[in-house]
């Protein structure tokens, strides 16, 4: 089985005056490069696709990515997992010379078999403390429950933008969700079963405002 990952760093930052989020700097990297870090300590071979902007990598990780954007621009983050998934699945159709259409993924039988094998993270791009091992657990339930399966800390709070998807499911339900543009994440969900895994609820802390930043970096200072 083969990992990849999709890591959205597209939003406007409203919240946090503009900035943006994935480029803030915490300890001696960006929160973008932390994340990017992550998956690559899980697979050093993984596929990364960066949909929106690429600030707060060094060059030398850009080389290492894909680099997206969602159409139209700023359209969410659910539009965002449809732009990468069309171009992971144009991709790998591509190597089968079949259909480059997302719809064609239920006549492509090579390009299916091997989607249904790979096993893709969807990471939202303002979670600096994500760890390998959160990773790495995702991924397992994953592959062996062929369900996604997502973060959960024990007051309950579900992470849906730090999860592990069957890469063929995944493609499935954005072929059946539609139109993306401002739609809600959590209609990638409806109607699947998700596998929950526990986790502490800093390890998948997100974002919005500086205060919310304060404390993750207080929670990252006090494990230095």
Known sequence: MTISAIILSGGRSSRFDGAHKPAVELGEATVISRILGA?????????????????????GEEKTVHHIR??????????????AGE????????????DTN????????????????SVTLVLAGDMPL???????E????????GLPAAGSDDRGKTQFL???WPRGLLLSRLAEVGDP???????????????????????????DTVEELDRIRARFDSEL
């Open 87 to 98: 171009r992971m699945h144009s991709a790998s159709s591509t190597a089968d010379a079949v």
């Open 130 to 136: 994500i760890t390998p091992g959160h990773l790495r």
């Open 39 to 59: 998956v690559r300590t899980l697979d050093p071979t993984a596929e990364v696709w960066v949909v929106g902007s690429v600030e707060g990598l060094s060059a």
């Open 162 to 164: 730090c999860a592990a």
């Open 138 to 145: 995702l991924v397992d339930y994953c592959r062996g429950t």
């Open 181 to 207: 543009v401002n739609a809600a994440v959590k209609l990638l969900y409806a109607g699947v079963e998700t596998t929950r895994v526990h986790v502490d609820a800093e390890v998948i802390a997100d974002f």
């Open 70 to 83: 969602e159409e139209p621009e700023f359209a969410g983050p659910l539009a965002g997992i449809a732009a």
């Open 102 to 117: 997302p719809v064609a993924l239920t006549r492509s039988q090579p390009s299916l078999a091997r989607d249904a094998a």
